[in-house]
């Protein structure tokens, strides 16, 4: 395996191990026997096994066809729908893939997961005159943000190519059978792909969902499923201590026993920002329920260093910290001789960056530790596609085993839908008329 975790510095006794092996242990079982709350979404679990290959072939031919038709492909959902996508193109392309350009592959803008009209019009600027496809990604077809996302872009490519043009340019993600989106892809044509019944959206990045947008930007698709397979292979070991996804599960739980209340997932490459999206939803979406569960957060380092890095080392102490490290740059840069040495760096000129990189992250860990956070370390070879694929696979099993450790379906979102509600009525959406008087109520107390 390409991950290694380390917890020598998190605080946790052998015995502490032993005492929570057994919970650890029944709660992977559950999910292997299928027993557990949920268990009718676990088509993630053995994914590698099962996953449609004939859709697969279809994707990557997507994939190529949207290369040759177009420049920038918008791909449009929001939570599951998108987090996992963006992660894995900025893991493997960094922060500025998009203006890297790279052959075989289109610009990649990530849209319908907000309600900003400025957000839209930026990436409409951005295409410019240049030719664009979309791949819309909803299972319901119904969610807000991607469905007014959609409308827009879906009138621009009409607009530039005419109803027909514009149905060749859209590729449809969503359910196999039923929702507004398979009925529309349906009617207009639109070439289609599934959002399986049985993955649930934050579980969803390596089904279509993913893979297509994943495709199109110019990841290797092959290897991010091998380093799937890898995984899925490598934590079927029952054997607790040397199940690192276990291991992890079961010291997430000690943390929360210890009055831990936080967990951040500090890394030191910006590749590795959205990854940290990707992983607060699924920590989040599956934890945070009944009044259960640790708060993920995601930080950057050393950038966040220097701004919550105060309050890590010295605030309340609900915290422990998870670092993601990458062993290996993809470019070796070196710290430069400056003969004038103004900023007195000279001491470090030669270094490379990762080396140094690397000196920072101990010396932040411990800082830390000092200062009352446990660290785990989970590290990880290079920033590539088949370590991609490792790491989705750990994070997934890890969070099922941790979630049935606590107590909780790991595989529903019933808090998801206050917000819609209360948005709903207020805008006056059919169905939900009757709350909307008592909502502005409310609303015009606060305002008062
Ligand atoms: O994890 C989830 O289930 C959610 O984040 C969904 O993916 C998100 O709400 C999008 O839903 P839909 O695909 O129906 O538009």
Redesign the pocket.
């Known amino acids: 395996m390409a991950i290694k975790l380390n917890y020598k510095n998190a605080g946790i006794r052998e015995k502490e191990l032993d005492y929570i092996r057994p919970l650890a242990e029944a709660a992977c079982r559950q999910l292997t026997e299928r027993t557990g709350a949920g268990s009718e979404m676990l088509g993630w679990h053995d994914l590698p096994d099962t996953y449609d290959r004939e859709e697969f072939a279809r994707i990557k031919e997507a994939a190529k066809r949207i290369c040759q038709q177009s420049e920038v492909l918008v791909a449009i959902?929001?939570?599951?729908?998108y987090?996992g996508a963006r992660a894995g193109l900025e893991f493997i392309k960094g922060p500025f893939g998009n203006q890297l350009g790279q052959k075989d592959s289109v610009e990649v803008y990530f849209a319908g997961s907000n309600i900003s009209s400025d957000y839209i019009q930026n990436i409409l600027d951005i295409i410019g005159d240049r030719d664009f496809s979309v791949n819309v990604?909803?299972?319901?077809?119904?969610?807000t943000?991607?469905?007014v996302a959609f409308r827009i872009f879906k009138e621009k490519l009409e607009q530039k190519y005419g109803k027909e043009g514009a149905k060749s340019r859209i590729y449809a993600t969503?359910d196999a059978h039923k929702?507004a989106l398979r009925g529309l892809a349906e009617k207009e044509g639109y070439e289609t792909f599934v959002?399986p019944d049985n993955i649930?959206?934050?579980?969803?990045c390596l089904s279509a969902?993913g893979l297509l947008p994943m495709a199109a930007g110019g990841m290797d698709i092959d290897q991010v499923m091998k380093g799937c397979a890898d995984a899925m292979e490598a934590y079927r070991n029952p054997d607790f201590m040397s199940n690192d996804a276990m291991l992890y599960a079961a010291l997430r739980f000690l943390m929360l026993m210890k009055g831990k209340s936080v967990e951040i997932l500090a890394s030191y490459e910006p590749s590795l920002t959205m990854f940290g999206e990707w992983y607060k939803?699924l920590m989040a979406?599956s934890e945070g329920k009944e009044n259960k569960g640790l708060f993920p957060v995601s930080a950057n380092f050393t950038t966040d260093l220097h701004s919550i890095g105060q309050f890590i080392q010295d605030g309340t102490r609900i915290m422990f910290e998870t670092v993601l490290w990458v062993q290996n740059a993809r470019q070796e840069l070196k710290v430069p001789h400056d003969p004038a040495n103004v900023d007195g760096l000279n001491f470090a000129s030669g270094i490379s960056m990762q080396e140094m990189n690397e000196k920072a992250m101990k010396g932040t860990l411990l800082a830390h530790v000092d200062g009352g956070v446990p660290n785990l370390i989970i590290s990880i070879d290079r920033l590539n596609d088949y370590t991609f694929g490792q790491l989705v696979y750990f994070f997934w099993k890890s969070l099922a085993v941790s979630g049935y450790m606590i107590g909780v379906n790991p595989f529903d979102?019933p808090g998801?839908e206050a917000y819609k509600k209360n948005m709903f009525a207020l805008l006056g959406k059919p169905g939900f008329e009757e709350a909307k008087g008592a909502l502005e109520e409310r609303l015009k107390a606060l305002a008062d």
Request: hydrophobic share 30%; no cysteine; net charge neutral.
């Open positions: 959902g929001i939570g599951g729908s987090l990604i909803s299972k319901s077809g119904t969610t943000e991607p469905a969503t929702g959002v649930g959206g934050r579980f969803s969902v939803q979406e979102q998801v």
